[in-house]
Nanobody
Framework: QVQLVESGGGLVQVGGSLRLSCAASGTYIMGWFRQAPGKEREFVAGIGRSGERTVYADSVKGRFTISRDNAKNTVLLQMNSLKPEDTAVYYC?????????????????WGQGTQVTVST
């Protein structure tokens, strides 16, 4: 059983930065998703097993950076220039598939989520 534990969420002002961390047991395709109140869970970013390939949602491209340190079994999401619309619960997810997918259903394991709130 893969265990994923997120940390690093919190309250930040518009334009600020946060860094989310996900401790993952094993090496998988990893993704970050988010879910705002009343909305469906959406893809934010994904990274390949060796970190050589990354994929981003258009809404975060240029502001967020996903990275991983396989020696520490950690995946990071650096979030800069945060906007109120980035407010959501952020989830780390792991996929056993060979490529990065943007679909929720392509991920097999999920963390418990961490709240990110961007205030005006």
């Amino acid at each position: 059983q893969v265990q994923l534990v997120e940390s690093g969420g919190g309250l930040v002002q518009v334009g600020g930065s946060l860094r989310l961390s996900c401790a993952a047991s094993g090496t998988y395709i990893m993704g970050w998703f988010r879910q705002a109140p009343g909305k469906e869970r959406e893809f934010v970013a994904g990274i390949g097993r060796s970190g050589e390939r990354t994929v981003y949602a258009d809404s975060v491209k240029g502001r967020f950076t996903i990275s991983r340190d396989n020696a520490k079994n950690t995946v990071l999401l650096q979030m800069n220039s945060l906007k109120p619309e980035d407010t959501a619960v952020y989830y780390c997810a792991a996929s056993v598939r060979a490529v990065i997918f943007r679909l929720v259903g392509a991920y097999d394991y999920w963390g418990q989520g961490t709240q990110v709130t961007v205030s005006t």
